[in-house]
């Protein structure tokens, strides 16, 4: 299929794609950035917006950069180029999570701030963003505004940002010196959706843990953390037994999604099983 019939307007400007989404935003318009999940959208008609405002030409982003305790990843930032711009540990988690985005062509063209947008439950970096704890940044002609990483994702592809509001950059925390990050994500095929996926994050210190974050996606509606998931962990030393019980609490804590491919019972064992491997993966 094709797309249906829209005007394309270019922003030379942040303030440009700012006042042109503010115009055209009630009218149906969208922010192109990548493109990677906007277009095929287009494509199949599920979307139809009467205007798209590109902002790929805008250069007053900035650049990728380590600013106040934070990686700072702006609105045109490439999937394929952030592991490489984030320092350690977070870089080498970034390179695993962007391992897992579809394939190279859609990694060299899609956006982190894109993804975030569009927060689809199967996405991987909306799982980032909310286990992490990061902030966004939102801006509109009634000025910047912040939004928590708790807040952004309120259903399926439904954010806290307003129409008339340009995502122009998301900012993960830097883990603190020892933190010990984790990764695992079930797909049928490479680059295939996810069907569940887990993020965790540990501080060890004096053998056992402490501050745990476990997030898990692709399960429910939103990616979340699992608080009671956490708190089996806290204070318990990172062996196989501690790691069991903490994917079965999150496993019992979820309410499944169901689908013709994945049943709710499924996704439940699917869970358990990857935030096992998270665990694993982040274990010294």
Known sequence: ????????????????????????????????????????????????????????????????????????????ARHAAIAAAAPLPLGGLLARVAAHIAHLPIRARGTFCGSLAHADPAAEWPLVFVTLGGEARARSEAGERRIEAAAWCRGIMVT?????????????????????????????????????????????????????RIGVGGAEPVPRRIEAAEAALEGAEPTEPSFRRAADTAAEAIAPMEDVQVSAALRRDLVRAMVRRALRDARP
């Open 160 to 212: 806290a940002l307003a129409e008339n509001e340009l995502l122009t950059e998301a900012r993960l925390p830097l883990p603190a010196p020892g933190t010990r990050l984790g990764f695992a994500e079930i797909s049928r095929r490479a680059g295939d959706y996810a069907m569940a996926m887990a993020l965790v994050s540990l501080e060890i210190s004096h053998g056992v843990i402490r501050a745990p």
């Open 1 to 76: 299929m094709k797309p249906a019939p829209f005007a394309y307007h270019r922003a030379e400007s942040a303030a440009h794609a700012v006042a042109l989404l503010a115009r055209f935003a009630p009218e149906g318009g969208r922010v192109l950035a990548g493109g990677q999940s906007l277009v095929p959208l287009m494509a199949f008609r599920l979307a139809e917006p009467k205007h798209l405002i590109d902002i790929n030409r805008v250069s007053d982003f900035g650049a990728l950069r380590t600013e106040a305790g934070a990686f700072v990843i702006p609105a045109t």
